[in-house]
């Protein structure tokens, strides 16, 4: 049975991107290869949005809202007095946007849809929104979490942010009568559904876990690969809109940087992303950059002229698939527990995992002073990523999608 399915994602998909847009792009994709019709309702907030064409080959229709990313302090308050939702669903990425809802409106009254995927949480504000005075009850309504947001909040205020307790309640309140409404709730990894289920047992029922994937026929170890080459380069990737991103950088300078420059005097550090903020910027010295990603074909390079990718994520939850771009390009990597949910990898094996930033350091030190150590993990961590192929991936989307309420 091929299905009639409307992607509703919060940052408009494309195939030059860095983070999660990049996994509902290979989604699409993906399912219009299975032979499925798609239609896509994004915002779009830049020219490179408007101009982009890399899903038209796979859309029957894409609608792109011009929307702005922020919007003024009273306007923010007065829809919040209207709307009774958190602030932060009225403005940055995937704020509400009535041109947003009235052309999901509309869609639904031209055309029957068997699934509406609202991409992020964010986006699940038009699911709640929307219920079923404007849902058909035969469409099923999906919300794919990409992170619990209560969750994240939590564990920034548990860093020392200054966030409130009625803060946290309030948006607790809001997402989780979100999912209440959903039909089906995807999650990236089994960790991601545990936590849901932690705020709301109810929920067990409608998780169904659809993990990241990776592009492995692009994103492959370079042709020639030279393990005797003498460099000591270290790379972070990652959008630096998204705060935990920029948190793991600060990581690995403040609990990392200065021991293994001890050991490894010509080490160098590169943070490599999306719009890196200026706390990012004035890290920046003669061993560590800090720059704008470009590209997939960039971002490619950066992996090939790597030797350790790090991942020192404390913040947020979801999956990080800068990790299985990195080990299907066969960089070794170190992470802590929390970076690696939904990879499940084998320490030592396939990786090295640790949350303690003296071993985090000493597993980067030996990896640069030693290449068989290098290449073992390398070769272990790329047979892994293989089995993440975004094919895969979208093979368990269409399974979810086709199973009955």
Known sequence: MKMNILFLPKLFPSADIIGGPILIYHRIKNLSSMGHKITLIAPVYTGADRKDKSLEPYCEKIIRIDSARERPHDETEALYKRLNRPKSFLTGDGAYDEKIEAALKLTLKEKHFDAVIAEYSMMGQYIEEAN???????????????????????????????????????????EFKMYDVA???????????????SY???????????????????????????????????????????????????????????RIRQEVPDARFYA??????????????????????????????????????????????????????????????????????????????????????????KYVIMLLKDVEPRKKISANALALAEKFDHKYAAEKLEQVLKATK
């Not at 709730?185 to 559904?193: F, M, P, Q, Y």
């Open 132 to 174: 079923r005075s404007i849902i058909p009850a035969d469409t099923m309504a999906v919300i794919s979490v990409h992170e619990c947001y209560t969750k994240a909040l939590e564990l920034r205020a548990a860093k020392g942010e200054d966030v409130s307790e009625e803060t946290i309640k309030e948006l607790f309140n809001y």
């Open 272 to 361: 490599i992303g999306f719009n890196p903020p200026q706390e990012l910027l004035d890290l920046r010295s003669e061993n560590i950059t800090v720059r704008e990603g470009g590209d997939d074909e960039n971002v490619r390079r950066f992996y090939w002229n790597s030797d350790v990718f790090v991942a020192p994520i404390e913040l947020g939850t979801g999956f990080r698939g800068k990790l299985l771009e990195a080990m299907a390009c066969g960089v070794p990597v170190v992470a802590t527990r929390r970076a690696t949910f939904g990879i499940n990898p084998v320490n030592g094996e396939d990786m090295f995992v640790t949350d303690d930033y003296v071993a985090f350091s």
């Open 183 to 197: 039909d089906r709730i995807l999650t990236l990894t089994r960790e991601d559904g545990d936590i849901l289920i």
């Open 200 to 258: 709301a047992p109810g929920l067990k029922n409608k998780i169904k876990v659809v993990p990241h994937g990776v592009d492995t026929a692009f994103y492959t170890p370079p042709r020639k690969k030279s393990w005797g080459r003498n460099t000591k380069n270290i790379l972070y990737l990652g959008n630096f809109q998204h705060y935990p991103n920029v948190d793991a950088v600060k990581n690995f300078i403040n609990h990392c940087w200065d």
